[in-house]
Nanobody, 116 residues
Framework: QVQLVESGGGLVQAGGSLRLSCAASGSISSINTMGWYRQVPGKQRELVATITRGGNTNYAGSMKGRFTISRDNAKNTVYLQMNSLTPEDTAVYYC??????????WGQGTQVTVSS
């Protein structure tokens, strides 16, 4: 089992920045990919970005250039630096981990609200 705990969400003005963190615990060695997804009420959860254990990254198109995902394997933590935020980025952001056997784990989510 893997437990994921997010932090860093909050309220920010448009154009501002936030940094989300997600700390993993439990069966850490089983984790390959970690990432961030987001969801707004009434819509499907969508990919934000992922990063493999080796550091390969993947971003949703609209996040490229504004968001940066990084990972500290020694601290079992993944980060999401979000810049140039817009009200459209308002959502609950979920940390995700996928094991080498394709088991998926989710954090509890952290609210990000961007005011105009």
């Amino acid at each position: 089992q893997v437990q994921l705990v997010e932090s860093g969400g909050g309220l920010v003005q448009a154009g501002g920045s936030l940094r989300l963190s997600c700390a993993a615990s439990g069966s850490i060695s089983s984790i390959n990919t970690m990432g961030w997804y987001r969801q707004v009420p009434g819509k499907q959860r969508e990919l934000v970005a992922t990063i493999t254990r080796g550091g390969n990254t993947n971003y949703a198109g609209s996040m490229k250039g504004r968001f940066t995902i990084s990972r500290d394997n020694a601290k079992n933590t993944v980060y999401l630096q979000m810049n140039s935020l817009t009200p459209e980025d308002t959502a609950v952001y979920y940390c995700n981990a996928r094991s080498f056997l394709a088991t998926v784990y989710w954090g509890q989510g952290t609210q990000v609200t961007v005011s105009s």
